[in-house]
């Protein structure tokens, strides 16, 4: 594994390049995301969600407690904002009621952050201390950002009754990004498992430059062998559980998962809904016919763990899951991504959040891992079945509350990355979580079985 930032060559100039153009992304991408009404941007559209103007701010306020006054050591722009800003704080329901910024007063504020910000990044030296070394507090702020804006296309979602698809918002944030989406397939010729093989593999890393810390430190793991969806699993295959009465069926569910199923009334994925003898969807504000091919999304791990035992298999965990991502079996190392060190590009994965939708199953040739697992990376999150815990040797960095106060059986682990997720906040080793009855997330999953010996079976 590359002990350097990729894509960032060596020298101290290409890497202070690299990640300025990093923050620049980000920043044109949220500013893509918001360009709404003002009632748009002041309103909450969900109470799962914050308003989007409070994500605006926030992704400064953030940027200004770690890049200008930690690391630049400079005097406070607006500390009177720290914690209206703090997501511990203030849940989300409850943030309409602060008193936010304006737009217009959010955009001034995050714009004189960042130009401190960019200063700060041409005269600091970028080694020495964990929070500077390889530019780790830049790239942070860099996913920080990143992950706002694909929370900001969940809320998008969420918006009722605006036809988003044809709006500026969305259609900017397409404009603002210069990755294009191979959806190409021949799932067809596809085997529908492939088995891993039994043994051990380094799982997390230690060496990737902007790792967070529940990604740390690389560990070795031993996994006996299994079967893994070579695919995740579509719409069409999410669509026969229900024809077959898996909402109905306490059979398939965990006794937590059937009361969630009857109190929230649950009768398919979020946004689906019946039109006579066929199924719908609501993208973005308009209404389409839910697609086969593509990976179902939209689901909460419930109806993820609901759907493989109607199958008769189970969720992966999340070892089995970075085994089938990352373990290369020739060579026996673990890689960065499915196929291999380089950074993504658009024939690896669907990334980047302009397709605003996952590509058919089996598309991405490109990016299938060393055993022919495809579309890993990007897509849709995957669920799987391990709650968030710390890896052996876990040390908080450079905060608790960004991991660690997360940990234990409330969270189930969500990997890979969403077509929504940007690069720069999705790797083989990045790990996201959240409850298991989320379903505003671009989430989706795959299956896996243990293997049985071929005189058993």
Partial sequence: ??????????????????????????????????????????????????????????????????????????????????????????????????PLLSPEESRKYIAQVRAKALD??????????????????????????????????????LRVGVPVLRARPLAAAVLATDRTTDRSTDRPALAKEVLVPAGTFMMGTSVEPWALDNERPA????????????????????????????????????????????????????????????????RFGVVEPVPDREPVQHVCWFEADAYARWAGRRLPTEAEWEKAARHDPRSGRSRR???????????????????????????????????GVRQLIGDVWEW???????????SAFPYQEYSEVFFGSDYKVLRGGSWAADPAACRGTFRNWDYPIRRQIFAGFRTARDAVPAEVR
């Fill in 384 to 394: 799987v079945s391990s709650d968030f815990r710390p890896y052996p040797g876990f």
């Fill in 120 to 157: 700060i990044l041409d005269r600091t030296p970028l080694e020495g201390s964990p929070l500077v070394d390889r530019g780790f507090a830049f790239g942070m702020i860099i996913q920080h950002e990143q992950q706002h804006d694909e929370t900001m296309l969940a809320t998008h979602q």
């Fill in 337 to 371: 991504y499915p196929w291999g060190d380089e950074d993504p590009a658009p024939h690896h994965a669907n990334l980047g959040g302009s397709a605003l939708r996952p590509s058919p199953a089996g598309s991405y040739p490109g990016g299938a891992s060393p055993l």
């Fill in 1 to 98: 594994m590359p002990d350097n930032l990729p894509g960032a060559g060596t020298g101290p100039d290409t890497l202070r390049a690299f990640i300025a153009d990093g923050l620049e992304r980000a920043r044109n991408r949220t500013h893509a995301l918001t360009e709404c009404d003002d009632e748009d941007l002041l309103k909450q559209h969900s109470p799962l969600m914050s308003p989007l103007v409070w994500d605006l701010a926030h992704v400064g306020s953030q940027e200004e407690l770690w890049l200008v006054r930690d690391v630049g050591k400079m005097e406070p722009l607006r500390c009177d904002l720290d914690q209206m800003y703090d997501a511990f704080q203030h849940p989300r329901s409850a943030r309409p009621s602060l």
């Fill in 219 to 282: 560990h070795a793991v031993d996994v006996p062998d299994y079967w893994i969806d070579t695919v995740p699993v579509t719409n069409g295959d999410y669509r026969c559980f229900i024809d077959d009465g898996g909402y109905r069926n306490p059979r398939w569910w965990t006794a937590p998962g059937w009361n969630h199923v009857r109190e929230a009334g649950l009768v398919a994925p979020k946004y689906w809904e019946r039109d006579g003898d066929r199924w719908i969807r609501t």
